[in-house]
């Protein structure tokens, strides 16, 4: 049978682990090709080839720190010295440091979470964009947050970058329409590594914030990513499609 990935490119930049980790698993079991890409190179390169031997697919792990644009246009380089086109770009890295209390926020910590989670973001969709329109097609996943939607004080300059990405997504559709498509994927509460620092407590918060009454397993993000970048979202652009268990 073939596959809906079959002989496609995918870019997943926090490729190594949690939910990038399934994506990149996601997308080579349907035949892609995967870049990885992730700030520690030694990870990447353990998952390219665990992901190489188990579906048969080409890999390439690559070390990048996406809040530095030279370092973004690298990584594009890069890709397209290996593959020639890329089909599928998820932008997924990102990161939310802990603080004691918004006057706490130092300059530095500000905008490091903006340039993680925006900058670069912005600076590798137009570039792999440009590209791909070029090229006649591809799709863009921009991993939002819950952050954006209802945000909450320990994570106000995440919340505010992740709030921009949905600009991000809704403005590039426009600019990179009709060949390339560019829609939101908004995870809500994961149980990826991360979790393993939550209290019993604070997982219950959570756990009642959702209409399903729990949090997600990591692999339960995978329909959605598939969705958005393969065919089979062929008329979806410029949305957010929300994988939260109705976050409220």
């Known amino acids: 049978m073939t596959k809906k990935m079959d002989g496609h ?19 080579a079991a349907e035949g892609a090709n995967v870049v990885i890409a992730s700030r520690k190179l030694e990870p990447c390169a353990v998952l390219a080839e665990s992901v190489r031997e188990e579906y048969g697919v080409e890999t390439l792990a690559i070390d990048v720190n996406v ?3 030279d370092q973004c246009d690298k990584l594009v380089e890069a ?6 086109k890329v089909d599928v770009l ?3 890295a990102g990161m939310s440091p802990l603080y004691d209390d918004l006057t706490s926020v130092t300059e530095e910590l500000f905008d490091k979470v903006v340039d993680v989670n925006l900058k670069g973001p912005f600076r590798l969709a137009v570039l792999f964009g440009e590209r791909m329109r070029r090229d006649g097609g591809g799709k863009i996943v921009n991993v939002g947050s819950i952050e954006a939607m209802s945000p909450q004080p320990e994570a106000l300059p995440y919340a505010m ?3 921009g990405v949905h600009a991000l997504t809704e403005g590039l559709a426009r600019a990179l329409a ?3 498509r560019v829609n939101t994927l908004q995870p809500g509460p994961f149980l990826t590594d991360i979790s393993r620092a939550w209290s019993p407590e604070f997982k219950a ?3 009642r914030r959702t209409s399903l009454g729990r949090c997600a397993d990591p692999a339960e993000i995978v329909g959605a990513a598939i969705y958005l970048a393969t065919d089979d979202s062929s008329y979806t652009t410029g949305s957010l499609l929300r994988a939260d268990g109705g976050w409220s």
């Not at 890709?79 to 020639?84: L, N, Q, T």
């Open 9 to 27: 490119v995918a870019v997943v930049t926090g490729g190594s682990r949690g939910l990038g980790e399934m994506m990149v698993r996601a997308f």
């Open 67 to 69: 809040s530095k644009w």
């Open 79 to 84: 890709v397209y010295a290996r593959f020639d």
């Open 90 to 92: 998820v932008n997924n």
């Open 161 to 163: 970058a992740k709030s």
């Open 178 to 180: 009709p060949q390339v």
């Open 205 to 207: 918060g959570l756990d």
